[in-house]
């Protein structure tokens, strides 16, 4: 049974750092494309990040640009997304998600986690 399981989600002030985390379980993780999504109340899920199967390609909405980080480790079997400089518009709930298509859309991801939440202070 896959299981993506999020962490580090929390109440954070405009301008702090966090760093989230997916522990993914029950899929060959190599063979993966690995993203992290959103979504805020009364909006629709949006694309946040994406790491591919072999680590050395990263795509990044423009919001996020230059502001987030996505990454992953083999060994563990993890994505992380460090997020720095962050904004009240940034407040929503972050999803993991593993594809063997991925992508920016929703459609290129098989298995999703639960969520983790996020709220940014202004």
């Known amino acids: 049974q896959v299981q993506l399981v999020e962490s580090g989600g929390g109440l954070v002030q405009t301008g702090s750092s966090l760093r989230l985390s997916c522990a993914a379980s029950g899929l060959t993780f190599s063979v993966y494309t690995m993203g992290w999504f959103r979504q805020a109340p009364g909006k629709e899920r949006e694309f946040v990040a994406a790491?591919?199967?072999?680590?050395?390609?990263?795509e990044y909405a423009d919001s996020v640009k230059a502001r987030f980080t996505i990454s992953r480790d083999y060994a563990e079997s993890t994505v992380n997304l460090h997020m720095n400089n962050l904004k009240p518009d940034d407040t929503a709930v972050y999803y993991c998600?593993?594809?063997?298509?991925?992508?920016?859309?929703?459609?290129?991801?098989?298995?999703w986690g639960q969520g983790t939440q996020v709220t940014v202070s202004a």
């Open positions: 790491i591919s199967r072999s680590g050395t390609s990263r």
């Open positions: 998600a593993a594809g063997l298509r991925g992508g920016p859309s929703n459609t290129g991801y098989d298995f």
